[in-house]
């Protein structure tokens, strides 16, 4: 394909003495229709020397790299979101527009790559027609051609270059075909062989003739249709204030009407493309042959069949997680567990070795054993985003979504809160919507995930009978699968309610494009998930850190000189006792956690927590699981004196059953247990998912306000539940 663009390089001036070749770097920003083979693309031209970060000002991704286009020629590739056309509605979308329209201070693009699905070529020109209108150097990527020659579609790959005017190349990423072709396309085209066509796609002129010639009177530079776009979006743009009220000035004496421009441009647009489509593309069928996609969908979207399949699919996704994730995870804990004690023996015995093993290895262990979830689950996704099934997934989700503020894409991530909220608030970006987006960050923690699981288990363990119906049913099975069915009805009830509180104004469109199945592309899936997991480590990894390291401290020291005579009588007491070692060792680490600041706190909250039905050891065990839930059972266990490992977890479960409080009464009965359950169920108990929601949102009014009305929620629920139970 590529050597008739050289041939062809006569019908335009050759010209290679640019500006920013001087550099020997471009700027080259990808774009096209959702679903079009784009991110496949950027990531086959990038491969791993690729970054994420966020666009400045909204919560979207930014995904760029680095390729070499030939001799003393590098660029700098950035992804923008997809769209499907220059008339933004969405956040994401307004990121291309500002970009293509020249109006963002921070990414600018001297080329275009316009990646476009050759199967659906026709809804995709009518983009890559206004993209030629800005008059801005493009190529044109074609993909799918694969799935357009099943489909009987020949397109003239000569003549629709020549009806547009750019360079078209054909290529297929997944099998690394035509990528050379479209790199040398792409540097023909930066330096200059090939302009952007003189001609305009359609008489962009007539659609406001008197406005267009003013307003390129005050910036000649631009092309016609940008010259448009100046006068329907110029408010949005980064224009000074005298341009923007001779601009405006333009609009009000014109009479210029938005929509009827829109109008009209689009039917243009679509009466010249449907020219093109008759003379570049035939179909050799009469009859469009049926694919084995619509034959699957039949199955998938059935409305019975569909949801018992989706229901399959997810059980195995999260069973898959828990499986392949909890030998990773094993080794993780087994690593930084064999590294502290490594640290202890050879450190000498001081604060600063305290605080290295507790505060900084144990920090880390909390941030690194979330990685292998946060990769299995992303990469579980994309695969099933891969093949086209995540799209049905919110197609078949939606209309009961919707009902409650969210939409179907808000599914699966509030499902991957069964694993992990951390992971599933970062999978939210894919939900257009502003409101929806939020109402999904908001209810995603209240799903029960599997941190909460050694709280349950235990407490489980320790007020429910070991009763079974019909001789196979377990009570206690059913008490957890009860907390699991409850998180989901809460919130579902939060989200209801939350929506009419957030002022947003945003309208939500749920239009979804049903992609074809397509086999997953290995690659884009280790890739992803290597994104993933740095986002987090070194991202929400650096305010874990702090607030860890800020437990240590509260946990590690207290109040006046409460440490000191904690240490000076026990050392007198294994003194004189020195065969109860171990038993007073383990006496001494209560009691100096009940005279830390921890222990401190959780006295000064235990009339606040009493009609919970807790006393001051749940009280702390509240306050130093709040790194995460996991660690009430350790903390449980340093309270009375018990190891923590496999082991002792029965006698764990013993003392904590005999226990007792002053008055003698027992402290775990069904009303504690049940109170304290759906305490866990409910209440913000995560530092790391604070972290990423503030990250995500981008402020810490939400990660507040979602602390305080978790707390709140968990409180009420509770106390309920207690003081109806004793």
């Known amino acids: ?25 471009i700027h080259i920003a990808l774009v096209g229709n959702p679903n079009s083979g784009k991110t496949s693309l950027f990531n086959t031209l990038t491969g791993l020397n690729q970054k994420v970060g966020n666009f400045p000002g909204v919560t979207v991704d930014k995904k760029t790299g680095e390729i070499n286009l030939g001799p003393h020629l590098n660029a700098h590739l950035i992804d923008l979101p997809g769209s499907y056309s220059l008339y933004p509605r969405r956040a994401d979308e307004w990121v291309s527009y500002r970009v293509l329209m020249n109006q963002d201070t921070d990414v600018k693009a001297d080329v275009v790559v316009i990646v476009a699905d050759a199967s659906t070529l026709k809804r995709n020109l009518l983009f890559v027609s206004q993209l030629i209108d800005l008059k801005i150097p493009a190529v044109l990527a074609l993909t799918m051609m694969d799935v357009a020659r099943k489909k009987d579609i020949i397109i003239d790959l000569n003549g629709l270059e020549r009806e547009l005017g750019i360079p078209v190349v054909p290529v297929n990423p997944r099998k690394n075909k035509g990528i050379d072709a479209l790199k040398k396309a792409v540097e023909a085209t930066a330096r200059q062989q090939y302009r952007p066509p003189a001609f305009d796609f359609i008489p962009n002129k007539n659609l406001a003739p008197d406005a267009v010639t003013e307003v390129k009177e005050l910036l000649p530079a631009l092309s016609d249709y940008a010259a448009i776009h100046h006068l329907i979006n110029h408010e949005s743009f980064l224009l000074n204030d005298e341009l923007q009220e001779k601009i405006e000035a333009i609009e009000q004496k014109n009479k210029v009407q938005h929509t009827r421009i829109q109008a009209e441009e689009i039917m243009q647009r679509y009466q010249r493309i449907k020219q093109i489509v008759q003379t570049t593309i035939t179909e050799e069928s009469p009859v469009k042959k049926q694919l084995i996609a619509e034959k699957l969908d039949r199955v998938l979207l059935h409305r019975f069949w569909g949801y018992a399949i989706l229901l399959f699919v997810l059980f195995l996704l999260f069973q898959s997680i828990f499986w392949i994730a909890q030998y990773p995870m094993d080794l993780i804990e087994l690593f930084f567990m064999k590294a502290s004690n490594w640290f202890s023996g050879w450190m000498p015995d001081s604060w600063l070795t305290d605080l290295f093993i507790n505060g900084v290895l144990a920090g880390l262990s909390g941030i690194f054993v979330f990685v292998p979830q946060i990769m299995i689950l992303f990469g579980l996704i994309t695969i099933l985003e891969e093949t086209g099934y995540m799209a049905r997934i919110g197609f078949l989700t939606d209309k009961i979504m919707r009902k409650v503020g969210l939409n179907g894409k808000s599914v699966m991530p509030m499902i991957s809160g069964f694993a992990c ?45 070991k009763t079974y119906y019909l001789g196979f049913l377990s009570l206690q099975g059913l008490v957890m699968m009860g907390l699991y069915v409850f998180s989901v009805l809460i919130a579902l009830l939060v989200s209801y309610v939350a929506k009419r509180f957030i002022k947003l104004k945003e309208k939500s469109f749920f239009i979804l494009e049903l992609p074809l199945y397509r086999h997953p592309r290995y690659k884009n899936v280790l890739i992803t998930m290597v994104e993933k997991a740095k986002i987090f480590v070194f991202d929400a990894g650096k305010i874990i850190m ?44 209560t009691a100096l956690l009940q005279n830390s600041y921890a222990g401190v706190m959780g006295q000064y909250i235990e009339p606040v927590i009493e009609p919970l039905g807790y006393d001051w050891k749940i009280g702390i ?38 226990a007792v409080r002053a008055d003698g009464s027992k402290v775990y009965t069904l009303a504690t247990g049940v109170s304290l359950m759906i305490f866990y169920l409910l209440a913000m108990q995560c530092m790391s998912t604070l972290a990423i ?30 003081q109806l139970l004793k």
């Open 621 to 658: 065990a509240i306050i130093t699981s709040f790194a995460a839930r996991e660690v009430f059972v350790g903390t449980m266990a340093t309270l009375y004196s018990v190891d923590s490992d496999g082991e002792d977890e029965q006698t764990l479960r013993q003392k904590m059953h005999s």
């Open 421 to 465: 909220a951390v992971p599933a608030i970062m999978s939210v970006r894919n939900i257009e919507n502003q409101k929806e987006r939020l109402l999904t960050i908001l209810v995603t923690p209240l799903m029960s995930c599997s941190a909460r699981l050694p709280v349950y288990t235990i407490l489980i363990a320790l007020v429910i009978p």
């Open 693 to 722: 929601v503030k990250r995500e949102t981008r402020s810490w009014k939400w990660p507040v306000i979602q602390l305080l009305y978790m707390t709140g929620l968990a409180y009420i629920l509770s106390l309920i539940a207690y």
């Open 546 to 589: 702090v607030i860890s390291l800020l437990l240590w401290a509260l946990s590690s020291y207290g109040p006046g000189n409460r440490i000191e005579k904690v240490n000076s009588e026990y050392a007198q007491r294994i003194a004189a006792n020195p065969s109860e070692t171990d038993v007073l060792e383990k006496e001494k680490q």
């Open 1 to 25: 394909m590529f050597p008739k663009f050289v041939n062809a390089a006569s019908r335009f001036a050759p010209t290679f003495a640019l500006a920013f070749m001087a550099t020997n770097k």
